[in-house]
């Protein structure tokens, strides 16, 4: 019975892609697919903020200023001779920030009620404007110190070239430390903080692409061919047995497949990963065995493919659950795209949750989907 039902399966699958030449060539799409998706959401610290500066002043202040942010780690500055020029940086993409500093920078530094000094316009999306605008901050804070310590030397009658002197001799040691996180942490707060709330993680597209190529699989298990196949296996002892187990097989194998390919480019491979892919690809399967039934009575074509988009929308596929409301993580945590992004972080809950809800569908398909393809046939 176990070899019978292997081999039906592996003579579906065929008939699902269309042909044996056609399976290397989908797993490439899918590998090419997962290849591409791992590049672009692996997270990686840039090495410089690109600043667009335009200096209104021009005066000696301001050169220090622009100066001591050209020396600062992790910093690129751009000078530009005009407002336009900058703006012409940041629209073009070749800067993050445009600074703009006042005409009268020099003077109003000095002063009592200083003001904005500095305009700090951000690109939009720009994930660098926290770090410039800190940096500024404290550049700014240092030379204004610094020039109204000299100026106040200066009215008492004490040498102010002396001050720069002991600024070098006494310079304060750096009080912070740069690190690249890791990603070994299990909170998922903050996780995919440096790509805001518009990121994709790479499980949540991996299971996207896993549910919609499972749900053009099962449409063949309704067409005309693979029903005639089911009639004939009805036919034989333990018959509708064999059917619904064959199908059922031939999904999952074409699932672990497309797992195993999301899993090879990973950026961050991990058992929990490994685990919850296989869960995942066993819920689907149940999930496309309960759609097929109803495509073979012509009502599904129109509604997978929302059911793939809304469930993997509501899932945080498309979006860093950090990022949202604690509602919206509930609901994400009830679709399977939502589970499966919860395993893969470490919580094997859900994924025991992917086999209990997917052994709940094949039960499903098992006691209402043979009575609805009994229906289809006999018509």
Known sequence: MIRSCFASAIKKLCAMFGGRAMIPVTYLLLALCFAATGAVTSASLPEKVTCAVYDACGGELSADFIEELAAADG????????????????????????????????????????????????????????????????????????????????????????LYKYIMEFELPRLYTVKTWDGGSKDESGVHALFGSAYSCYEGVAALALLLLMLTLSKRLGDGSSRLVALRLYSLPKGRTLAFSSDALALYIAGLGA?????????????????????????????????????????????????????????????????????????????????????????????????????????????????????????
Not at 271 to 289: K, V
Not at 323 to 333: E, G, K, Q, T
């Open 75 to 162: 910093m690129r500055v751009i000078e530009r001779d005009s407002r336009e020029g900058g703006e012409d940086e940041l629209l073009r993409g070749h800067a993050e920030v445009l600074l703009v500093l006042d005409a009268d920078y020099d003077a109003r530094l000095v002063s009592e009620e200083p003001g904005s000094l500095i305009e700090l316009v951000t690109a939009p999306g720009a994930v660098s404007a926290e770090l410039l605008r800190e940096t500024a901050a404290g550049i700014l804070l240092a030379q204004r110190t610094l020039a109204l310590t000299r100026s106040e030397l200066a009215a008492d009658g004490y040498d102010v070239s002396l």
């Open 259 to 379: 797992g195993a390919a999301a899993f090879v480019f990973c950026p961050a491979k991990s058992l929990w990963f490994a685990l919850g892919l296989a869960a995942y690809a066993f819920c689907i399967s149940g999930l496309c065995l309960l759609l097929s039934g109803l495509h073979a009575a012509g009502r599904i074509d129109i509604a997978a493919p929302f059911i793939a988009l809304i469930t993997s929308v509501a899932g945080g596929c498309f979006a860093d659950l950090a990022s949202l409301s604690p509602a919206l993580r509930v609901i994400a945590r009830c679709t399977p795209q939502g589970q499966l992004i919860a395993a893969s972080k470490g919580e094997p809950l859900f994924a025991l949750l992917l086999l209990f809800e997917g052994a709940a569908l094949m039960l499903i398909c098992a006691i209402a989907g043979r009575r609805n393809k009994a229906i289809a046939f006999s018509k």
